[in-house]
């Protein structure tokens, strides 16, 4: 039996609202589907076509967050006592589970925010490998033994979890940036709520369905739907003590903002405006592939897109010449259907912001080469399809070169040289993700020490992260933390240091030990 179709999980139930017939889903709050306080709701729709409801969701107010806190502080004791290895298993069952329904999660979550089908396998794919990978550090998260200055003594650091985590993540990868964040939370012995997207609610949901399948006890992962209010509850919440967010800069300033005020531990994931550097040396095929994917991928909503393509001038012609034919052939269509390369914009403030780009972009005098305009006809109309859009004679200093898009759209640049090529890939605020496509092993070791990114790639573009690596940006993208990898299990953890004196006496540090 489809795992999909044995509604209602117990946590949806079919309800007639109004004149139609909606799914109904609940908030999981304690080891248990729960309405919000309120009992207001909001639609969850389909971008490739607008008439098709998913369901509606909770509206979750402070007091359905409060709820959840308190459940979530109350399972941390005996979640954390747990031995790590143990809660790995489960995450390793998570991991199982997720492996088992991956076609039909990937089938809801294209239904629900868009991208390709072999898209959204990729995005459960990367949160197959984050449970596994979790579970594998439940058996390590490794503290130090160092040696004591004085004798008879034994120096050592342990980890120990936050408490509760509050997790805000984007709808773009909607399973695989919150397993970025819960698995190696849950696997450190902290506990967890969870405020999805509103975009993607649906495929939080399946997320927290499987961890509840696997074992993770009532209390320790919470989910909480909503918007911006549930959103500032959990972030100020007193009992919360960590939050890790994904999303827009401007947010997730607001969010470092009140963490810095209530001394809250906080990792936050914000906007690119991701550079890809071609030098004249580079293998074109490779090239055009690579920015295909990048630029385009995900409709270009990814916060690693491919959004300035930095060219040598020597290449710069026949690269933009390959591109547009190649772009021009993409297909776009409803992910879920056969064939489809490119989906639909998320929704109608992505679809006018992307114009208000394009039009922005006309105005600052650079030259449209592609696209640029809503894609429309058969199968399009009741989405939010946007051409593959291409822009050139772009200059530093425009705001399409400067902004994050969020969309289909490519500004490219040219320049003369590596030193040019990486000056104009610093100069903006930005700092995630960045590439350079050369053949000489010395252009990308320049290039690797001085683009200002948390990430860069040689010969392939600004996207493909694993989950064993870490990720995160520098300038405005992040705050100094890294998601995924070892990395992350430093953020999810606090360090306790021990000494231990078995010499029988009182040894003053410092002052005992003085050599003068
Ligand atoms: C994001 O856009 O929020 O490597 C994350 C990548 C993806 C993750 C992107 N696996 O770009």
Redesign the pocket.
């Known amino acids: 039996m489809s795992y999909l179709k044995q509604e209602p999980f117990g946590n949806a139930s079919k309800q007639t609202t109004g004149f139609l017939m909606a799914t109904i889903f609940h908030n999981y709050i304690n080891g248990e589907w729960v309405a919000s306080a309120t009992g207001r709701t909001f639609e969850d729709r389909n971008p490739a076509r607008w008439s098709d409801l998913i369901g509606l969701f909770p509206q979750s107010s402070a007091e359905d967050v409060d709820r959840a806190v308190a459940a979530a502080r109350a399972a941390f004791p005996a979640w954390r006592r747990m031995p790590a290895p143990q809660r790995g298993e489960i995450l390793r069952r998570a991991g199982d589970l997720l492996r088992a329904r991956k076609d039909e999660i990937a089938r809801a979550m294209t239904r629900e925010m868009g991208k390709p089908f072999f898209e959204t396998r990729g995005d459960v794919q ?1 949160a197959i490998d984050t449970a596994y990978y979790a579970a594998s550090e439940t058996r390590r998260l490794f503290g130090h033994t160092v040696p004591s200055e004085l004798p008879d003594k034994f120096n050592m650091t342990i980890r120990q979890p936050l408490g509760v985590v509050g997790v805000i993540t ?1 709808w ?2 909607p399973v ?2 919150p397993s970025w964040k819960i698995f190696p939370a849950l696997a450190c012995g902290n506990t967890v709520v969870f405020k999805p997207s509103e975009d993607a609610p649906h495929s939080g949901m399946l997320f927290v369905q499987t961890l509840i399948d696997a074992g993770v006890p009532p209390g320790v992962i919470n989910l909480v739907h909503g918007d911006a209010e549930a959103g500032a509850a959990l972030v100020e919440h007193p009992d919360v003590n960590a939050i890790s967010f ?1 999303g827009s800069s401007e947010v997730g300033s607001r969010i470092g903002g009140i963490c810095g005020r209530l001394h809250k531990r906080c990792s936050l ?1 914000m906007g690119g405006k991701n550079p890809l550097i071609v030098m004249e040396d580079a293998d074109l095929d490779l090239v055009v592939n690579g920015v295909l994917w990048g630029a385009f991928g995900t409709t270009g909503q ?3 897109a491919t959004s300035r393509l930095i060219l040598h001038e020597a290449v710069h012609d026949e690269v933009v010449e390959r591109l547009c034919e190649e772009a021009r052939r993409l297909r776009l269509g409803d992910g879920n259907e056969e064939g489809t390369d490119m989906g639909p914009l998320i929704n109608q403030a992505a679809l006018e912001k992307v114009q208000r780009y394009v039009e922005i972009g006309l105005k600052e005098g650079a030259r449209l080469v592609l696209g640029g305009k809503r894609a429309t006809g058969p199968g399009l109309d009741d989405g939010f399809f946007f051409e593959p859009t291409i822009f050139v004679d772009v200059r530093p200093e425009m705001r399409i070169a400067q902004e994050e898009i969020f969309g289909p759209v490519l500004s490219v640049l040219k320049v003369g040289s590596l030193e040019e090529a990486i000056e104009v890939a610093n100069n903006v605020r930005y700092g995630l993700s960045s590439s350079i496509y050369t053949r000489e092993i010395g252009r990308a070791f320049r290039a690797i020490q001085e683009l200002e990114a948390g990430i860069v790639y040689v010969n392939a573009p600004t ?3 694993e989950a064993h690596m870490p990720f995160g940006g520098v300038k405005q993208t992040g705050n100094g933390h890294r998601e995924g990898g070892w990395e992350v299990f430093d953020f999810y953890t606090e360090t306790k240091t021990v000494y231990i004196d078995y010499s029988g006496r009182l040894q003053r540090a410092q002052i005992d030990t003085a050599q003068d």
């Open positions: 990367e984007a773009n990868f695989a940036v994904t994931e990814r916060c690693t996207i493909g992260a």
